[in-house]
């Protein structure tokens, strides 16, 4: 197979080939890279070279900045290609609308996501908080049989895009969205959930007192936190130290490193039990 280096051996010279970033995301049919400063003046020789190697990709962005805010999102800026950033991505069998910029989503997290739904079992009653644009709403519910997942989102684009990916991929008897502040839906819902998911590894702690009040008695929740190799029991420390708080006894089953931000810095997520 043509790498990326191959096809653009002769157009970049030795230096600007070391600093090429040759692995990229893609969403739907748009590539999403990272463009080195010394490369800017080469950034549409590059793009132009992702798409010559994958015939399927229509647009091709470079990340302008890092993931921001509340709503976690991304300045992008499209180098060629169509002049769009809404695409359907596929994934664990389902279709997942989504504008890059103006909500968040990585589709690194696919593994991640069949790992939770494979421990689903089922008429499990189900709750996403921070559920984005529904991909651990969708992937639940059609790779394991829950009663229903409910998922909570505040960004309302994110949230009306969930909405579309909920009809498109005919989940409506499975999935019930709200769009809010998880700490003020939560206890509105009135409801207690077997398995709670908590894909907010930047201060999700800050929610784990919501998740505990709203656990049923042997559910199981699972806590993201972005931690070096050193802080991994820090991150359970939390964990530990908010069921202490709200005076519940838990059970740490498993820790997870499910995807890499830095070198020895990692995306880890917690499953714990709460007895
Ligand atoms: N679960 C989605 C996914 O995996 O693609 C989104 C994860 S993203 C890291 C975190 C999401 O939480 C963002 O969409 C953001 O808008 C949402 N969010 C942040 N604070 C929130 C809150 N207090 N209540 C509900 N959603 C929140």
Not at 41 to 70: D, T
Not at 182 to 188: F, T
Not at 189 to 199: A, E, G, Q, S, Y
């Amino acid at each position: 197979m043509t790498s990326l280096k191959q096809v653009l051996k002769n157009k970049l010279t030795k230096k600007e080939l070391a600093a090429l970033v040759t692995s990229y995301d893609v969403v739907g049919d748009i590539a999403i890279i990272e463009i080195p400063s010394i490369l800017k003046p080469k950034e549409k020789l590059v793009a132009e070279a992702i798409m010559q190697l994958n015939k399927h990709i229509r647009v091709v962005c470079k990340k302008v900045g890092i993931h921001r805010g509340i709503y976690r999102r991304q300045k992008l800026k499209i180098i060629t290609g169509e002049r769009r950033k809404t695409t359907i991505h596929r994934e664990n069998k389902v279709l997942i609308k989504l504008h890059l910029e103006k909500v968040y989503f990585s589709p690194r997290l696919s593994t991640e996501r069949l790992r939770i739904a494979k421990q689903v079992k089922p008429k499990e009653t189900v709750l996403v908080m921070f559920s984005g644009v529904a991909p651990y709403c969708l992937v639940i519910a059609k790779n394991a049989s829950p009663k229903v997942v409910y998922g909570i989102e505040i960004n309302p684009v994110a949230h009306r895009f969930a909405e579309e990916n909920v009809k498109l991929n005919k989940l409506e008897e499975k999935i019930r969205l709200y769009l809010g502040d998880v700490r003020i839906v939560v206890p509105m819902l009135k409801k207690k959930f077997d398995r709670i998911v908590m894909p907010l590894p930047l201060g999700g702690e800050n929610f784990l007192d919501t998740a505990l009040s709203a656990i049923k008695k042997g559910g199981i929740i699972h806590f993201y936190d972005f931690k070096d190799v050193t802080g991994f029991e820090i991150a359970k420390e939390k964990v530990l130290k908010a069921c202490k708080k709200a005076r519940k006894k838990c059970k740490i089953l498993r820790l997870v490193k499910c995807g890499q931000i830095a070198p020895r810095t990692y995306r880890i997520c917690i499953d714990f039990k709460v007895c």
